[in-house]
C-alpha cells in the first residue's frame, strides 16, 4: 500500500493561467508560496518560503479563473506528480507540481492590492462539491494538443 498526498495552505505568487480545449476542458496553473519561520542559534527570526507548482483541472479551473488572484490564500488537497517532456532542444525536463483535488478559498491579501478583485463567489456560483478526481496527464499540459489530452 502507497499514499501520495499533499495538503497545503499558501498564497499565490501569480494570478492563475487558464487554457481552454476544444473540449471545452479547462487546466488552471499557479504558484503558491508556504512558508514557515524559526529561530536560528543566535535567535534571530528565520523565514524560508517554498514555492509549489499547481494544477487544477475542469470545475476547478473554472473556480480558479473566475474567483483566484495573486496573493490570494488557499487550502488544497492533492498528490504530487512528476512529469517529463522534451524541450525543442531534445532535452529531457522534467517539473514536480501539486494536482489538487479540493481547493478551499480562505481569502484575499488586501494589504497592498488595490485592484479590483473578482466578486466574492455565492452559494448559486460554486458547484456543492469542487472536489475532482483529476487524469493522469501522460505530457507538458503546456504543450499538449487536445488529442493528447488524458479523457
Known amino acids: 500500500m502507497s499514499v501520495n498526498k499533499v495538503i ?62 495573486k496573493g490570494d490564500q488557499i487550502y488544497l488537497e492533492g498528490r504530487i506528480r512528476t512529469r517529463t517532456w522534451e524541450d525543442k532542444d531534445g532535452s529531457k525536463r522534467y517539473t514536480t507540481e501539486i494536482e489538487a483535488q479540493n481547493m478551499t478559498m480562505l481569502g484575499s491579501k488586501k494589504d497592498n492590492d488595490y485592484a479590483p478583485q473578482a466578486p466574492a463567489p455565492t452559494a448559486q456560483d460554486i458547484p456543492a462539491n469542487i472536489s475532482e478526481e483529476q487524469p493522469k496527464p501522460q505530457s507538458n499540459p503546456a504543450a499538449m494538443d487536445e488529442d493528447d489530452l488524458p479523457f
Open 8 to 69: 497545503l495552505i499558501g498564497r499565490l505568487g501569480i494570478d492563475p493561467e487558464i487554457r481552454s480545449f476544444e473540449s471545452g476542458a479547462k487546466v488552471a496553473t499557479f504558484r503558491i508560496a508556504t512558508s514557515e519561520s524559526y529561530k536560528n542559534k543566535e535567535g534571530q527570526k528565520v523565514e524560508q518560503t517554498e514555492w509549489h507548482n499547481i494544477v487544477l483541472w475542469r470545475g476547478l479551473a473554472d473556480i480558479a479563473e473566475k474567483y483566484l488572484r
